[in-house]
């Protein structure tokens, strides 16, 4: 498979280890949007976020945290956006499940999740909650 980031947890191709297990890495990203943007990756070639099994999700994000953490004392960051982009319309670049840690400073120019896309006045849709409700039912949720 010539997924990068199944060739980095195979030590095919090189990157800036912060954390591994034998679930889960973190490095550096190769294209960072701030200093110390990390990637958090399951070693098991997953592509989509909803493929992942609840185990891989859980220690996906306990990783998160672990990294986090030590980044905020590396770096003296006030604060993180994590991001996930799922799917090619979201702008997943690699397909393969990928957690992003980008830590922020005061005026780094960057803005919030809340504005990924444009404000537009809707309300939440009770019929919508009813079926993915029913749906969760289903999978005996």
């Given amino acids: 498979m010539n997924c990068p980031f199944c060739r980095i947890a195979r030590g095919e191709l090189s990157a800036h280890l912060l954390y591994e297990d034998e679930q889960v890495l973190s490095f550096l990203d190769a294209a960072p949007m701030a200093p110390g943007h990390a990637l958090i990756v399951p070693r098991a070639h997953v592509e989509r976020f909803t493929e992942l099994s609840q185990a ?12 986090g ?9 006030p ?6 982009n799922d799917g090619l319309v979201a702008g ?4 393969h499940v990928h957690l992003h840690l980008i ?3 005061p005026g780094d120019g960057g803005k919030s999740l809340h504005a990924l896309l444009p404000y537009r006045p809707l309300r939440p849709d009770p019929e919508l909650a009813r079926r993915v409700r ?7 949720k």
């Fill in 92 to 95: 997943q670049g690699v397909p």
């Fill in 56 to 67: 891989q999700a859980c220690r996906l994000f306990t990783v998160a945290v672990l990294v």
């Fill in 134 to 140: 029913a749906v969760l039912s289903a999978q005996g």
């Fill in 79 to 84: 604060g993180f956006t994590v991001g996930l």
């Fill in 69 to 77: 953490r030590a980044l905020t004392e590396a770096l003296g960051a």
């Fill in 103 to 105: 830590p922020r400073f």
